[in-house]
Structure formats: C-alpha cells, structure tokens
C-alpha cells in the first residue's frame, strides 16, 4: 500500500455563512483514497457496492432531510462527487454515461437519497389509521399538509415531506406496507426514475 493512497475518509466542512451542506468534492483525493485501496480487496461487484454503502452512502445520507432540499447549485457539486467515486470504485471511465452509472452500480443519486429517507420517515411519523381515509376522495392524501408561497419553506422538512408522501403514496400506495416492504418498493421504484421524474417530484407549483 503505497503512502498516497493511505484509506482515510473525511467529510470537509466548508466555513462559509449559509452553507450547511457537507463538501465531498473539496479534496477528492480523500476520498478516492479508500476506494483505490478497497478495489483489490473486492474484486466483484457487490463487495464494492457494500463498501460504497458502508463508507459513502453512510456519510451522503447523514442529516439528509434537513438540507437535501437544498438549490440545484449545491446539490450538483454532491451528485458530482457521489459520480466520482462510483466511477473510481467500478473502474468505468471518466465520460461514462450518469444514466447507466447509476444503473450499474444499482445505488441511489442524492436526490433519490433524499426523496426515499424523507418519505421514511413521514411513514414513521402518520399513525395508521386506514378507516379514516376510506371514505375521503382522495385516498392517496393520508398526510397533512399546508400551503405555502414561500421558496425557502417548499424546501424544508415540514412542508416538502408531505407533499413528497403523497406523492409517492398515490403511486406505490405504501401507506399500508409495514417499513422494510416501503423501504424495498420505494427503492426499486426509484432506480428506474430519470432525472425529469424526481424533478417533476419534487417540484411544487405555487
């Protein structure tokens, strides 16, 4: 093991005001590092995919639903870096498609990240109550939610999970799975999106 590739991974906290996000891209090295060293020691693809979940995906998701509504600006420097280490670690070159990456390595963008640990944990939160939502119209609205014109607060936590929910429960209708059968679903569901659909999911029309 030579002294450049030595594992070490850190996460780089950026000291700028209004910036909560974690800076995986700030020095890349880092974190190429451990993967450098972790493609020898697994040399088939789910060996690779479980270190990638054990070492990065651990460190992407942390707090996720407090800033992964965050602007496009911020999330495109995460999702770039998330695609360099994908790439590193499954030896693909450096233009390789982000579409196929993604089904390659079988794993979840940022955004995807975002949209399934904020609809897990609303499904934590909504009591089960099945009886109270078979005679509405809308079956699929089983969480509250509130109205808003503010940008800022379509992106937070309280308002963009509902809105999140009921989207996803309309499709999948994961309000009566227990939370491993959601988890599984909304997962499998989320591979085959593209970048439009989590877009249009995510986006809320004033």
Known sequence: MSFKYRPRFTAIQKDRPN??????????????GVTDNTRHLTPFRPGRRVVYLALCQSLIQYCIVAWG??????????ERAQRALLKVGWRLPYRFPTAELYEK????????LFILNLVLIKHAQIPYEPEKFSSQRRKHTVCPSFRTQCRSSQRSFLFLGSHVY??????????????????????????????ADIEKILTVSI
């Open 19 to 32: 910036d909560g996000l974690i800076d995986l891209s700030f020095e890349p090295n880092r974190h190429f």
């Open 105 to 112: 390595c079988m794993v979840l963008s940022v955004r995807k």
């Open 69 to 78: 509504g965050s602007t496009k600006t911020h999330m495109l420097k995460l």
């Open 166 to 195: 009921n989207q996803v429960n309309k499709i999948l209708n994961i309000y009566h799975m227990r939370k491993s059968n959601c988890k599984k679903a909304i997962t499998s569901w989320l591979l085959k999106l593209d970048y």
